[in-house]
């Protein structure tokens, strides 16, 4: 778990069965990430510096974008998360990604900090995300939910 001295907003750890590489990538890698994700169908990347992140919903509607703030490869990556299903105006927040090898598995640790009131759901997108990326990864095939069960 990271050392900074803010308390994130909400917190989320698992274990999965893979190299820190194959996580690194599913979590950072725009194909991956789409390969991964419980519900987008794809993931633009930016060229240049700001490697910016936007994860488009099956017929191209932007979910949520996220602009790498630090990366440090194969164990973390913060970024600004714009969640754009609430609205044009969202206040947008940060994302931590961390991985750490042990063994024959990675724990994958994801922190949400300064969390925007009325923004408190997305927790329920982290846990899908983790569940999804963990199934992918050790199976091959993410965990796939329908644009309609998506609470926002």
């Known amino acids: 778990m990271s050392d900074r001295a803010e308390k994130a907003g909400f917190t989320t750890h ?3 069965r893979c190299t820190q ?3 690194w990538a ?3 890698d725009p194909t991956h990430m789409a ?3 419980f519900v987008a169908e794809r993931v633009t990347s930016a060229e240049g510096d700001s490697g910016a992140m936007t994860f ?4 191209g509607t932007p979910r949520f974008t996220l602009r790498p703030i630090t990366v440090t490869p194969k164990t973390e990556f913060e970024a600004g998360f714009e969640p754009h299903f609430f609205g044009p105006d969202a206040p947008s927040s940060r994302v931590v990604y961390e991985i750490e090898q042990m063994e024959k598995v990675c724990r994958l ?3 949400h900090y ?3 009131e009325g923004q408190e759901g997305v927790a329920a997108g982290w846990m899908r995300l983790v569940s999804s990326v963990k199934s992918y990864l050790e199976t091959g095939t993410p965990i796939r939910m329908p644009v309609e069960c998506l609470p926002v």
């Open 26 to 28: 599913a979590m950072t």
């Open 56 to 59: 488009l919903l099956p017929g």
């Open 114 to 116: 300064e969390i925007p």
């Open 14 to 16: 698992t274990f999965i």
């Open 109 to 111: 640790t994801v922190e």
């Open 21 to 23: 590489d194959s996580l």
């Open 35 to 37: 390969a991964s994700h």
